[in-house]
């Protein structure tokens, strides 16, 4: 299902040119259906001065990209749902409401790493997007692919701290993802009526833009806009991993096949590795292409948060080159949550 982003169908709130961030409702309560973004926000925003690149303009752009089907999956489902479609399903009537406040709150996200890049620099712009058909039309699916999301953009954002220059765009990643973490708390709690916990500590995976570079699944092929740059920037290409769920629980001390999504790496007569990660460590086993099987380490803690799984041609990866394939994140949250989103 291709989504055409709402963009100028409308004149939206009052003034929503000149919000600011953390001093407008706009970016919190505001409960309208239309997008609390102003028109001149909703697109590619040209760089109006020549000059050297400000120190983190790439990481911000590869963010903003990022953040644009973020916001688009939450704009979406203020469009298509009603508060009583929710409340219908057994979820809580503030349901629609929080959802609202959540794309008010990315939508605020995207004149934040708007506001990051330096003139000297594009502002990427929206593209569309390509969510599961399911995801558009039935709570349950939307509010399981909601979870999927912020997790994943809490391991993208943890990673990309590695790559910022300034102190202050280290704290601002972190404070982003402290959000993120309460849209993600909000909804263990309240839509899935179980623990919000992550364990001690959420998962780390070192190489971001291999997640971002998974993300392009939900863009619409040639959707982009054509001034916006390449994302995510660098771009390795790796084949994107899946897992067959039957069989499987997805969880500690179970095997797991691969499954190819798009491509197969070349494997040569040497040793691989399938690399686990979860919370602040990382767990290596041996990988045999020829049987494309591994055991999830039973090391890990059962049912918190998530473990991310990628391919790698020496043991532990120690850069990000030595990755070959993947990475996929394996939610480990209890009940019908993990059901649905493993089956996204
Ligand atoms: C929402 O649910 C609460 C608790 O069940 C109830 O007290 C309240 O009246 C409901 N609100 C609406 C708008 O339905
Ligand atoms: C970042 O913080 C560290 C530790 O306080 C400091 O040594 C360093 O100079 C800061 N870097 C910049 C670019 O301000």
Redesign the pocket.
């Known amino acids: 299902m291709a989504l055409a982003l709402p963009v100028l169908a409308h004149p939206g709130p009052a003034s929503p040119s000149d919000a600011v961030p953390g001093q407008s409702s706009l970016f919190t309560t505001y409960p309208g259906k239309k997008t609390p973004l102003a028109p001149q926000y909703l697109k590619p925003i040209p760089a109006t001065e020549k000059g050297p690149a400000g120190q983190d303009d790439l990481l911000f752009q590869n963010l903003l990209a990022a953040e644009w089907a973020i916001y688009s999956f939450y704009q979406l489902g203020v469009e298509t749902f009603s508060?009583s479609d929710f409340?219908k399903k057994g979820y809580?009537?503030?349901t629609y409401q929080r959802i609202t406040e959540m794309r008010d709150n990315e939508a605020g996200h995207v004149r934040i790493f708007q506001e990051q890049i330096s003139k000297n620099s594009v502002k990427p712009g929206p593209c569309q997007y390509n969510f599961a058909k399911s995801v558009g039309k039935s709570p349950e699916a939307y509010l399981a692919f909601q979870v999927f999301l912020e997790v994943s953009s809490m391991a993208y954002l943890t990673g990309l701290i590695d790559q910022a220059d300034l102190n202050i765009s280290k704290s601002a990643l972190m404070a982003i993802g402290q959000v993120e973490s309460r849209h993600n708390a909000w909804a263990l709690i309240d839509a899935w009526n179980t623990s919000p916990f992550s364990g001690p500590s959420d998962t780390v995976y070192p190489y971001a833009n291999q997640i971002l570079d998974s993300t392009n699944t939900f863009i619409v092929t040639g959707s982009c806009p054509s001034e916006n740059p390449p994302y995510p920037y660098p771009n390795q290409h790796l084949p994107q991993l899946a897992f067959k769920k039957k069989g499987t629980t997805g969880k500690p001390g179970s095997t797991i096949e691969f499954v190819w999504k798009d491509k197969k790496p070349t494997f040569d007569k040497k040793e691989y590795f399938a690399v686990f990660y979860h919370g602040v460590h990382h767990i290596s086993v041996p990988y045999n292409p020829k049987e494309n099987r591994v055991e999830i380490p039973a090391e890990f803690d059962s049912g918190s948060s998530i473990i991310i799984v990628i391919i790698a041609d020496t043991k532990d990866a120690p850069t990000e080159q030595s990755v070959v394939a993947g990475p996929l994140i394996i939610l480990e949250q209890p009940g019908a949550l993990t059901k649905q989103v493993n089956a996204v």
Do not use: H, I, L
Request: neutral net charge.
């Open positions: 508060s409340a809580p009537n503030t």
